[in-house]
């Protein structure tokens, strides 16, 4: 079974930082590109970053751009999400998903269950 | 920016059929892609491409394209279908993924 599974969500304080982890199995990790989706509570989608199977091309999203970074370790089947400076409107459910490894083709057809992060003082 | 807009909700009764639009400029260069979500649970594909189906998503659901605006239909509209729909595509350069606001389905 294809399985993406987030961690390291939690309460930060305003201006901090967290580290978001998704390990993968049930799939070859290397073959695809990962992207970091979140969900605010009771709004819609929004898509945060990606990352290509070989970290060599990233994207982040305008409003998350200079504060996170995204990276991977395809040896440990694993990606990473570094927020910094964390402001209250990145409270959200973060989902780690995968991406078709297809060209041109932007279907994400692998989420994991989702991780919480909280940003409050 | 891009945009994507949905209507915020669509209600029909069961057995009744279920259409769901999703417009914007930058489907005229890109496929559509649609997500079902039931509350407390991750997002399912389940329409990519426009009007493909992934393997073990029901047949009444498919997707269609004119123009800029890609439609999510279900046919025969049971209960279990009740969910947030969200499409979704991308920018002209690959680069931003773009989700629409989501159009919540209630099965009267």
């Known amino acids: 079974e294809m399985q993406l599974v987030e961690s390291g969500g939690g309460l930060v304080q305003p201006g901090g930082s967290l580290r978001l982890s998704c390990a993968a199995s049930?799939?070859?990790?290397?073959?695809?590109?990962i992207n970091w989706v979140r969900q605010a509570p009771g709004k819609g989608l929004e898509w945060v970053s990606y990352?290509?199977?070989?970290?060599?091309?990233?994207y982040y999203a305008d409003s998350v751009k200079g504060r996170f970074t995204i990276s991977r370790d395809n040896a440990q089947k694993s990606l990473y999400l570094q927020m910094d400076s964390l402001r209250a409107e990145d409270t959200a459910v973060y989902y780690c998903?995968?991406?078709?490894?297809?060209?041109?083709?932007?279907?994400?057809?692998?989420w994991g269950q989702g991780t919480t992060v909280i940003v409050s003082s | 920016s891009y945009e994507l807009t949905q209507p915020p909700s669509v209600s029909v009764s069961p057995g009744q059929t279920a259409r769901i639009s999703c417009s914007g400029d930058?489907?005229?260069?890109?496929?559509g892609y649609w997500y079902q979500q039931k509350p407390g649970q991750a997002p399912v594909m389940v329409i990519y491409?426009?009007?493909v189906r992934p393997s073990g998503i029901p047949e009444r659901l498919s997707g269609s394209r004119s123009g800029t605006t890609v439609t999510l239909t279900i046919s025969g509209v049971q209960a279990e279908d009740e969910a947030d729909y969200y499409c979704?595509?991308?920018?002209?350069?690959?680069?931003?993924?773009?989700f629409g606001g989501g159009t919540k389905l209630t099965v009267l």
């Open positions: 049930g799939f070859t990790f290397s073959d695809y590109p």
């Open positions: 979704q595509s991308a920018d002209s350069g690959g680069i931003y993924r773009v």
């Open positions: 491409k426009d009007n």
């Open positions: 998903v995968r991406e078709s490894s297809t060209p041109g083709d932007y279907s994400l057809d692998v």
């Open positions: 990352l290509s199977r070989e970290s060599s091309t990233i």
């Open positions: 930058i489907l005229s260069i890109q496929d």
